[in-house]
Each structure stands twice: as C-alpha cells, then as structure tokens.
Antibody, heavy 120, light 112 residues
Framework: QVQLQESGPGLVKPSQTLSLTCTVS??????????WSWIRQLPGKGLEWIGY???????YYNPSLKSLVTISLATSKNQFSLILSSMTAADTAVYYC????????????WGQGTLVTVSS | QSVLTQPPSVSGAPGQRVTISCTGS?????????VHWYQQLPGTAPKLLIY???NRPSGVPDRFSGSKSGTSASLAITGLQAEDEAEYYC????????????FGGGTRLTVL
C-alpha cells in the first residue's frame, strides 16, 4: 500500500518561502508511470493543482503559480519537495502531496495534508 | 470560478439515487481528456472514487458510477447511504494556457 506523508512548517511569515517535503513509502519515486504531485485546498474552498514532477525530473506547473513554484525529487530518500516563494495570506491552505498516474492523469494516493498558515 | 463547473450542492434521502454533473469545455472534457472523481469526507484528504470516466478503484462500491459525454461528465450514486455525505470533486486536464490539471469547484452531498 502506497503511503505519502507531508512535512514542513505550519506557519510561514508573509513574503517568506515555504518548503514542504513528501515522504513516500510502499512505492518508489524512481519508477516510471507516475507523477509526484502537490495540490492545495484553500480554507473552505476547492482543490488547486500546484504541479508535479516525473521520475526523470521533468516538471509541470500550474500556469498561475509557475513563477513562484519549484518541485524537486530526491529519489535516494524516496521524497519530493515543494518550494513556494513570496507567500501571502492568500496562500494559507492545506497542502497535499499525491501520486499521479501518467496514463489518465489522475491522483490515486494522497497524503493526509498539512495546514500551512501565512501570518506575521 | 473553476474551469469545470459543478453544482454547489445536491441532496437525497437514504436509498435514493443522485447525480452530480461536471461541465467543461472544448479544451478539457470536450477535447477527449478523461474525467476523474474524488470523495472528500470532512477533515480528510480526497479519495479517488472514479478514474478515467467510468472505472472504480478496488474497494469502491458499485453504487458509484461515472459517465462522460461531450463536454460533460456525471457521477451517479445509487442506494444513498448516510456515509456518502461528503464533498465530491471532478478533475480533468485542460490543454489551454500551457496545459494544466483542473478541478471542479466541488459539490456538497447531503443525505437527508
């Protein structure tokens, strides 16, 4: 059974950079066929795709966030990470990591999510 | 406004059948991209419910079914149960603006 677990700070100051890590167990980030993904959910709102990375290192980002986002892969640790710069209060959200299937482009396993609050 | 449009809420009595629509456009659902559905129980992460329009992952009851036609897709739930009360999201891919995964705004299902 594939499991994903997000880790990182729960509180970030405005204008700072957020760094989150997702640790994968029961599956390998170095195997093909999957996108390693970040998705967020603003309070009381719907889901917003942030981006994903393929095992080869190719990245794909939401055009509306592209200039602020970097997703990287650490296959030796079976982890992938999200960096989101210039955080504002509007970025307060629950951040999920998820495994995406390349064939079909859907998310079959999700982490439990981590709440990140942007506040001074 | 979400790229995929869902009704904000639907409701039904136990045992009834409800459907949730997901309306897209020619750059996503209408372009042939698959539609997927997720169930999000309160306080939990979304869970894959239907993938590639009509397929159920192992463990999802056959009371849940999906369909797709043209620029729209639907999720049907038959034999409604109290534990089905949740938020439901559709998801697809949009080829405009350099390409992007897109979600519907979500539909709150209330079991009366």
């Amino acid at each position: 059974q594939v499991q994903l677990q997000e880790s990182g700070p729960g509180l970030v100051k405005p204008s700072q950079t957020l760094s989150l890590t997702c640790t994968v167990s029961g599956g390998s980030t170095s195997s093909g066929g999957y996108y390693w993904s970040w998705i967020r959910q603003l309070p009381g709102k719907g889901l917003e795709w942030i981006g994903y990375i393929y095992y080869s290192g190719s990245t794909y980002y939401n055009p509306s966030l592209k200039s602020l986002v970097t997703i990287s892969l650490a296959t030796s640790k079976n982890q992938f990470s999200l960096i989101l710069s210039s955080m504002t209060a509007a970025d307060t959200a629950v951040y999920y990591c998820a495994r995406g299937k390349v064939q079909g482009n859907y998310f079959d396993y999700w982490g439990q999510g981590t709440l990140v609050t942007v506040s001074s | 406004q979400s790229v995929l449009t869902q009704p904000p809420s639907v409701s039904g009595a136990p045992g009834q059948r409800v459907t949730i629509s997901c309306t897209g456009s020619s750059s996503n659902v209408g372009a042939g991209y698959d539609v997927h559905w997720y169930q999000q129980l309160p306080g939990t992460a979304p869970k894959l419910l239907i993938y590639r329009n009509t397929n159920r992952p192992s463990g999802v009851p056959d009371r849940f079914s999906g369909s797709k036609s043209g620029t729209s897709a639907s999720l049907a739930i038959t034999g409604l149960q109290a534990e089905d009360e949740a938020e439901y999201y559709c998801q697809s891919y949009d080829s405009s603006l350099s390409g992007s995964v897109v979600f519907g705004g979500g539909t709150r299902l209330t079991v009366l």
